[in-house]
């Protein structure tokens, strides 16, 4: 069936440098990709998405880039820090502009990002 | 900040108890939802909730799962007969209709659900 998927299981990287979690997606009809972040003990939480139609989207240190042609997804974060350290999850939904959609999530299976002091 | 509750935070139970998990989304957010979380895997959607209704489920959302909305505040999960394989992390989560955002979720810190 369609998927969510992740390439890489675990990043480990040291204070200020960029991270780079990829993901892998399958259903080419969602409407919307998200990244998630997921601390340890707590619910996930809304980092950025990014709309079928767009190639990059920036945030607040983090970048989202789509790469439709062969269904990718990554997160970008500049100068990672250990608040950062987390499980990484991408999402797909088929929300559309019309606001009927329910919004329901289909996420990856995860990366876990380890930052070091 | 306003945030989604969730009580209990552990659940213990025997395999064929009935088991509610109790949620309080943010109280503005129309869309309500519950999904779990097997300890190492993804997590998975399970239901989605609108205008006192149930407007989608997945496969895992059978007869054994209800969910409910008692009042202007309260969105609970019911497991009428629990199995073993329903032991898991259960998450609910709500959003607003606000069109900018449509794909910000808010979760819940999460119920363990252990079946023994």
């Known amino acids: 069936g369609e998927s969510v998927g992740l390439h890489l299981p675990t990043l480990s990287v040291q204070e200020g440098d960029n991270s780079i979690i990829n993901c892998a997606y399958s259903?080419?009809?969602?409407?919307?990709f998200i990244w998630y972040k997921q601390e340890s003990g707590k619910g996930p939480q809304f980092i950025i998405d990014?709309?079928?139609?767009?190639d990059k989207r920036q945030g607040q240190r983090v970048t989202v880039l789509l790469n439709k042609t062969v269904k990718h997804l990554s997160l970008q974060i500049a100068a990672t820090q250990p608040g950062d350290s987390a499980v990484y999850f991408c999402?797909?939904?088929?929300?559309?502009?019309?606001?009927?959609?329910?919004?329901?999530?289909?996420f990856g299976q995860g990366t876990i990002l380890t930052v070091h002091p | 900040e306003p945030e989604v509750t969730q009580t209990p935070s552990h659940q213990v139970t025997q395999m064929g108890q009935e088991v509610i998990l109790r949620c309080v989304p943010i109280s503005n957010h129309l869309y309500f939802y519950w999904y779990r979380q097997i300890l190492g895997q993804k997590v998975e959607f399970l239901v989605s909730f609108y205008n006192n209704e149930i407007s989608e489920k997945s496969e895992i959302f059978d007869d054994q799962f209800s969910v409910e909305r008692p009042d202007g505040s309260n969105f609970t999960l019911k497991i009428r007969s629990t199995k073993l394989e329903d032991s898991a992390m259960y998450f609910c989560?709500?959003?607003?209709?606000?069109?900018?955002?449509?794909?910000?979720?808010?979760f819940g810190p999460g119920t363990r659900l252990t079946v023994l």
């Open positions: 259903n080419s009809a969602s409407d919307y």
């Open positions: 999402a797909e939904t088929d929300a559309n502009a019309g606001g009927t959609s329910y919004g329901k999530l289909t």
């Open positions: 990014i709309r079928s139609n767009m």
């Open positions: 989560a709500s959003r607003t209709r606000r069109r900018s955002s449509y794909n910000e979720q808010f």
